[in-house]
């Protein structure tokens, strides 16, 4: 059951900043920049987290909304995924920028450690979340760091709070968080099919597991994603 | 592959309290008291959380040390499980009482979403409960809400930071947590069986899937808890 890949990038971290790794695009122009090369070379998604001048983290409007205009033009047909993740701002600030209707927004159905820190999703935000992507028309990407999540998110598309099919990416190799264990991207595949199977999925690997999960991937059935 | 049964007695969770449920056992004295019954009905296992005087959940050593003393008399031979989860103090509070010398004490080795809010566990609270059980010769049941709390435990105790073998318990039924899915246990037993063999575990319904989970625990060989 090979479905087509989807070559995603995920163009900047929430972390890395320019004294780590000068190649790391920060400014919005960079993003574009660094975008449209992916682009050329077969990107069809781009996953996006914004900064401020300082390169920290931010959910601010005005910078997604410079992103998805410029890459809109620079990658027509690009499909464009906004982060909503914890570390660009407290609480509903995370979704402030839905309106803008980007074409995807990644969002987590739980709570779980991070290598230094709880990953906070209370059950309020995601419920929150999830809203705004329904009121905006805006498709998750159910970003699952752990089993639970994935039974969440099918909870939550059975019962209205997300729409049918789901997206999922299922992360490894996030320390304190789900390690590099092939049979549990096997077994979470198997609970999606069996319990949602029109839904479509994809995994991502952290740092150093990041080739060995594409692969797994890939003899899985699921997109890729560079 | 069966191994013995041992009955666990959860005399009180942190919440129910005697406006709710007139029978919940609140004060040291009524604790030990419903232990008492439980062992003469066969309970070998005592799982506790101590209350202030107004009911709410507390780590207080002076109400943990009355509890073990009491029941230590009262029931000879128990084993004496102290609650470390998150509803009866803040950080480091957590695990005041563990010199206390229980023989074992609940840890839960990562995060997750409750009902209502984060049931947080950050990384560096998990490595210091678990230090105090190492230092103080206090058993770890492992409470697994989700996939990775059981990696992650298997981690620690390979490289030190816990003892083998383990002994966990997988936690079913939380609202926001891990559903009533049967396959979910099936698949975190056999990761614990391959992983490491030797370790024990059993598994917790909470709520209307005390029964059911039961029954699956007894099926699959774990231990049973009433
Ligand atoms: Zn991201
Ligand atoms: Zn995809
Ligand atoms: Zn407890
Ligand atoms: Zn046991």
């Given amino acids: 059951m090979s479905k087509p890949c989807i070559i995603t990038v995920a163009i900047t971290g929430s972390l ?24 050329e070379a077969g990107a069809s998604l781009v996953h996006v987290h914004v900064r401020n001048e300082d390169e920290t983290p931010t959910s601010d409007p005005a910078r997604f909304k ?3 205009d410029g890459v809109r033009e620079a990658c027509p047909g690009i499909i464009v995924q906004f982060s ?19 074409d995807m927004a990644s969002l987590s159905t739980g709570s779980c450690n991070f ?17 705004k992507m ?44 789900m390690p590099l264990e092939r049979r549990a991207l096997e077994f ?4 999606l099919n069996r319990l949602q199977p029109e839904a479509t999925w994809t995994a991502a690997g952290i740092g150093r ?15 890729c994603r560079t």
Same sequence: chains 1, 2.
């Fill in 84 to 102: 909503t993740g914890g570390r660009s701002g407290v609480g509903s600030e995370r979704g402030g920028m839905l309106y803008l209707k980007p």
């Fill in 134 to 177: 329904l009121e905006h028309d805006v498709k998750p990407e159910i970003e699952a760091f752990d089993l639970s999540m994935l039974y969440q998110a099918i909870a939550m598309s059975e019962d209205g709070r997300l729409k049918k099919p789901l997206h999922v990416q299922f992360v490894f190799g996030v320390k304190n968080a």
């Fill in 16 to 39: 890395p900043k320019k004294k780590d790794n000068p190649a790391v695009p920060v400014t919005v122009e960079e993003q574009i920049a660094s975008t449209r090369e992916a682009y």
């Fill in 188 to 191: 979470m595949v198997s609970e």
């Fill in 209 to 223: 597991g990041q080739l060995e999960v594409n692969r797994w991937a890939l003899e899985l059935g699921g997109h």
């Fill in 66 to 68: 410079a992103f998805l």
């Fill in 115 to 131: 290598p230094t820190r709880v990953y906070e999703n209370p059950p309020q935000l995601v419920d929150e979340l999830a809203a």
